[in-house]
T-cell receptor, first 113, second 113 residues
Framework: ETGVTQTPRHLVMGMTNKKSLKCEQH?????MYWYKQSAKKPLELMFV???????ENNSVPSRFSPECPNSSHLFLHLHTLQPEDSALYLC????????????FGAGTRLSVL | GQQLNQSPQSMFIQEGEDVSMNCTSS?????WLWYKQDPGEGPVLLIA?????ELTSNGRLTAQFGITRKDSFLNISASIPSDVGIYFC?????????????FGKGTHLIIQP
């Protein structure tokens, strides 16, 4: 079992749909992150949660709404997305106060039609 | 914002050749990380560097944290087919808090048998 699990692996949605991405980490970490990976662009940090508190929102449009109910789970709620939001969405976790290395899940490949 | 310039963008090499790639930044980072990403997967950590001047090896991989804290390189010796993938450098500017990583655009390594 991998340390960071993301579901679903693939998602196709229309612009009027509402969906959620889920991330679960089994590493006992205290910080979790959402990144967006688009073709030919660097990974872009979207949100950071440290001890379940959102500490960073990297100018992300409000159609992306994160939720972190506990230190092991992170969600990204999606609504009224645009085709340019199609990308690979990656979740990561780390242990702040120790090595703070971020470990990534396999990602959710999102296509917005 | 912070940016990392990673080069080269892609490399076409013969199996058995050595590989070298690097990242530079106009900003100082406290941690440099090198990740590899295979198709359909998330980035996997290869090497982490914490001190300026540090030289660290992981099997056939060697990476160094530049003295100025603004650059890092990754070398792969005697490349093999499974080395194919995209390699990313990433920097962290925080002093150990939950900050996101700044990523380079990646080096796409292609190995011809």
């Amino acid at each position: 079992e991998t340390g960071v699990t993301q579901t679903p692996r693939h998602l196709v949605m229309g612009m009027t749909n509402k969906k959620s991405l889920k991330c679960e980490q089994h590493l006992g970490h205290n910080a979790m992150y959402w990144y967006k990976q688009s073709a030919k662009k660097p990974l872009e940090l979207m949100f950071v949660y440290n001890f379940k508190e959102q500490t960073e929102n990297n100018s992300v449009p409000s159609r992306f709404s994160p939720e972190c109910p506990n230190s092991s789970h992170l969600f990204l709620h999606l609504h009224t997305l645009q085709p340019e939001d199609s990308a690979l969405y990656l979740c990561a976790s780390s242990q702040v106060g120790q090595d703070n290395i971020q470990y990534f899940g396999a990602g959710t490949r999102l296509s917005v039609l | 914002g912070q940016q990392l310039n990673q080069s080269p963008q892609s490399m076409f090499i013969q199996e058995g050749e050595d590989v070298s790639m690097n990242c530079t930044s106009s900003s100082i980072f406290n941690t440099w990380l090198w990740y590899k990403q295979d198709p359909g997967e998330g980035p996997v950590l290869l090497i982490a560097l914490y001190k300026a001047g540090e030289l660290t090896s992981n099997g056939r991989l060697t990476a160094q944290f530049g003295i100025t804290r603004k650059d890092s390189f990754l070398n792969i010796s005697a490349s093999i087919p499974s080395d194919v993938g995209i390699y990313f450098c990433a920097g962290e500017a925080s002093g150990g808090g939950a900050d996101g990583l700044t990523f380079g655009k990646g080096t796409h390594l292609i190995i011809q048998p």
